[in-house]
């Protein structure tokens, strides 16, 4: 059964410190999206690609946040310097444009804690 | 600005009674509605959907029903069982650039009660 992975699971780190958020679409799908969840907003949309290319990433706090797709199998997410609001659980999806209606799969978060 | 907005943080139902899980939108170019459910520390997966054209999509206990005039859907399940306890959040789609795009709603914890 094909996922979405994710890596780390949890993150405590300490405020002005840099944090990596890695994720691993399922083989084939060519669109990943990076959400986050909070208690205010749910799933927030922070930024998403289509083969590689970012289409989207006006979510993003742009000073601090940044997003990539270094290749076909790896998404990153990194936040630098990091902030106590940023504590929350991030979620990358991943879907393919070829199916009219591909349900996005998610992976099972990273839990990040600020201090 | 909240174009998917679920009302109600938190639900709780008997078991074997039916919950009626509601979502509101505001932009009229969303195409498809989805509703995804949320297990503690895992990801959201997909339940079911409906195509704007449609008003209703039933699939085993779940029904979604389209209201396009009023802008509102709700995903009823019946009868509820104990493992329908989860957070339900809304989605809708947008097509952009070639790439489907979902913008969800803030969810709805459901609590079934035995």
């Known amino acids: 059964d094909a996922r979405v992975t994710q890596t780390p699971r949890h993150k405590v780190t300490e405020m002005g410190q840099e944090v990596t958020m890695r994720c691993q679409p399922i083989l084939g799908h060519n669109t990943v999206f990076w959400y986050r969840q909070t208690m205010m907003q749910g799933l927030e949309l922070l930024a998403y690609?289509?083969?590689?290319?970012?289409?989207?990433d006006s979510g993003m706090p742009k000073d601090r946040f940044s997003a990539e797709m270094p290749d076909a199998t790896l998404a990153t997410l990194k936040i630098q310097p990091s902030e106590p609001r940023d504590s929350a659980v991030y979620f990358c999806?991943?879907?393919?444009?070829?199916?009219?209606?591909?349900?996005?799969?998610f992976g099972n978060g990273t839990r990040l804690t600020v201090t | 600005d909240q174009q998917v907005k679920q009302n109600s943080p938190s639900l709780s139902v008997q078991e074997g009674r039916i919950s009626i899980l509601n979502c509101d939108y505001t932009?009229?170019?969303?195409?498809?509605f989805l509703w995804y459910k949320k297990y503690p520390a895992e990801g959201p997966t997909f339940l079911i959907s409906?195509?704007?054209?449609?008003d209703k999509n039933e699939d085993g206990r779940f029904t979604v029903f389209l209201n396009k005039s009023a802008k509102h859907l709700s995903l009823h399940i019946v009868p509820s069982q104990p493992g329908d306890s989860a957070v339900y959040f809304c989605a809708a789609r947008l097509i952009i650039q070639g790439a489907q795009k979902l913008v969800f709603g803030q969810g709805t914890r459901l609590t079934i009660n035995p």
């Open positions: 999806a991943s879907g393919s444009h070829r199916v009219f209606l591909s349900p996005l799969h």
């Open positions: 932009n009229s170019m969303f195409d498809y």
């Open positions: 690609f289509r083969n590689r290319a970012p289409l989207d």
């Open positions: 409906i195509s704007s054209i449609k």
